[in-house]
Nanobody, 122 residues
Framework: QVQLAESGGGFVQAGDSLRLSCAAS????????MGWFRQTPGKEREFIAN????????VYADSVKGRFIISRDNAKNTVYLQMNSLKPEDTAVYYC???????????????WGQGTQVTVSS
């Protein structure tokens, strides 16, 4: 069993940067692929980025490619999402999740955090 806790969300202006963190407890993250998703009211949870357990591969949604960077530090049991050049349309609750294999599909993730709110003002 893995418990995930996101942090780092907040209220920022368009063009600003934020770094989200996802800390794990209960079990090492190093055996899992990790993903970030986001959700706004009334919409499906949307894939943002993922990263292989050993950081050798990552995938990004087109909407964030070139602006967001996913990384992980297995020694710290933590995954990060560096978000640059934020836009109002990036406003959402951001979730991290763990899966047995690299995937863009939310149904393939077994463990989820509670989410952290990111609000980008124009």
């Amino acid at each position: 069993q893995v418990q995930l806790a996101e942090s780092g969300g907040g209220f920022v202006q368009a063009g600003d940067s934020l770094r989200l963190s996802c800390a794990a407890s209960g079990r090492t993250l190093s055996i899992y692929a990790m993903g970030w998703f986001r959700q706004t009211p009334g919409k499906e949870r949307e894939f943002i980025a993922n990263i292989r357990w050993d950081s050798t591969n990552s995938v990004y949604a087109d909407s964030v490619k070139g602006r967001f960077i996913i990384s992980r530090d297995n020694a710290k049991n933590t995954v990060y999402l560096q978000m640059n050049s934020l836009k109002p349309e990036d406003t959402a609750v951001y979730y991290c999740a763990a899966a047995n294999q690299l995937s863009i599909w939310k149904n393939e993730y077994d463990y989820w955090g509670q989410g952290t709110q990111v609000t980008v003002s124009s």
